[in-house]
């Protein structure tokens, strides 16, 4: 069983569509949670991120952590064709140096 | 401002030769990491370095696989002997360290071997 699981669908939605993205993971101890977008062929670009537990805003995009169901997601509102990407989760412990692990990511594609 | 820097961004070469890579991190950033990526995958965790020092390596990093960073700057990873196995991204991030551990990525560098 890998530490983090996300579906890698497609997942197809029409323009201005909510968006729900998730991953979940075994690893406790992860502290840091965090989420990518990758357009094809270029490298991920850094969207959010949460330390611990809670939720975290930012313009249409919404993280929110379950440390106690080691669930994550990230919300997109009104979603827009130029988000169409794949979008990963990442995530890593705390105390010094933690390398961190990705999930495979979800295909989005925005139709308009 | 200037993100983390690849080059080349596209290398394709023939089985069993040589190729390296070259990563410039965010100025001011101690760590730097090396990840690989196939298709229809996340990032791979490589190897990371603390300055100038390689901390960890995974292993995925065989012993065809090296990588340097000569005082704390720039980054290379070389992989000797080449096979069609090692065609992926290889991605390279920074970290500012001091505990902040985000890790901001560079575009990748492809590479296809024939």
């Known amino acids: 069983q890998k530490e983090v699981e996300q579906d890698p669908g497609p997942l197809s939605v029409p323009e201005g569509a909510i968006v729900s993205l998730n991953c979940t993971y075994s690893n406790s101890a992860f502290q840091y949670f965090m989420w990518y977008r990758q357009y094809s062929r270029k490298g991920p670009e850094l969207l959010m991120y949460t330390y611990s537990s809670g939720n975290k805003e930012d313009g249409r995009f919404t993280a929110q952590v379950d440390k106690s169901s080691k669930y994550i997601s990230l919300f997109i509102r009104d979603s827009q064709p130029s988000d169409s990407a794949t979008y990963l989760c990442a995530m890593s412990r705390t105390g010094g140096y933690q390398k961190v692990t990705f999930g495979t990511g979800t295909k989005l594609q925005v139709i308009p | 401002d200037t993100g983390v820097s690849q080059n080349p961004r596209h290398k394709i070469t023939k089985r069993g030769q040589n190729v390296t890579f070259r990563c410039d991190p965010i100025?001011?950033?101690?760590?730097l990491y090396w990840y690989r990526q196939t298709l229809g995958q996340g990032p791979e965790f490589l190897t990371y370095f603390q300055n100038e020092a390689q901390l960890e390596k995974s292993r995925l990093l065989s012993d065809r696989f090296s990588a340097e960073r000569p005082k704390g700057s720039f980054s290379t990873l070389e992989i000797q002997r080449t096979e069609q196995g090692d065609s992926a991204m290889y991605l390279c991030?920074?970290?500012?360290?001091?505990?902040?551990?985000?890790?901001?990525f560079g575009p990748g560098t492809r590479l296809l071997v024939l």
């Open positions: 991030a920074s970290s500012p360290g001091a505990g902040e551990e985000i890790q901001y």
């Open positions: 100025s001011e950033h101690n760590r």
